[in-house]
């Protein structure tokens, strides 16, 4: 699948495939994750079961499910309370069902499908479910192109999330501006007005 041309990511950047290996970070190649589990694409075409601070408001259907498999990108930089890794953008596919990928996730943030369509998302609430793995999010649509299944999405959801957390360690003056990436999964949920 052609990704599109974002400006932001470059080839060359390091992949993190763990924490441990921070201070081990090599440049290299662009992320291509292939998807390690089939079966965990099947969504059901209902709502999923979510804590109330993250529910979708009442007047918006569920219209489109998928999962996605990728990396969370981030960049070591000195901040207010000294060096930190500084969430930069999501990489990732989107897979459904036997229909495989069927689109992608990037900056902005942004989910984009193979037909064109488009929504990009605003952050409005967020709950840790799983202190290993970014927290479960509901968000707001910004805006949204067509034609396709994304035109018209309202709010969209991040659940079910492993990984994805910035390092905890190994950002340093010696690592200021590079970047790491790591690998996370989760399930997006789409709304529709109706």
Not at 7 to 29: D, M, R, V, W, Y
Not at 96 to 118: C, D, L
């Amino acid at each position: 699948m052609k990704r599109p041309n974002h400006g932001l990511l470059k080839t060359g950047l390091p992949i993190l495939i763990a924490a441990s290996f921070l201070a081990a970070c090599q440049n290299e190649s662009t992320i291509s994750p292939e998807p390690s589990a089939p079966e965990a694409v099947n969504l059901a075409k209902q709502p999923p079961v979510v804590p109330a601070i993250i529910e979708v408001p009442a007047g918006n259907r569920l219209a489109f499910a998928t999962f996605a498999e990728g990396v969370q990108i981030y960049q070591c930089a000195l901040t207010a309370t000294g060096y930190a890794w500084v969430f930069v953008a999501p990489e990732a596919v989107l897979l459904e069902g036997n229909n495989g990928v069927v689109g992608s996730h990037y900056v902005g943030p942004t989910w984009e499908t193979n037909s064109g369509s488009n929504v990009v998302g605003t952050r409005l609430q967020g709950i840790t479910q799983d202190p290993s793995a970014i927290a479960w999010l509901l968000l707001g649509a910004v805006s949204s192109q067509g034609p396709g299944i994304l035109d018209g999405v309202t709010y969209i959801q991040r659940v079910s999330t492993t990984g994805g957390l910035a390092p905890t360690s190994g950002a340093d003056s010696s690592s200021v501006g590079e970047y790491v990436n790591v690998p996370y999964t989760a399930d997006y949920f789409f709304y529709k007005a109706h």
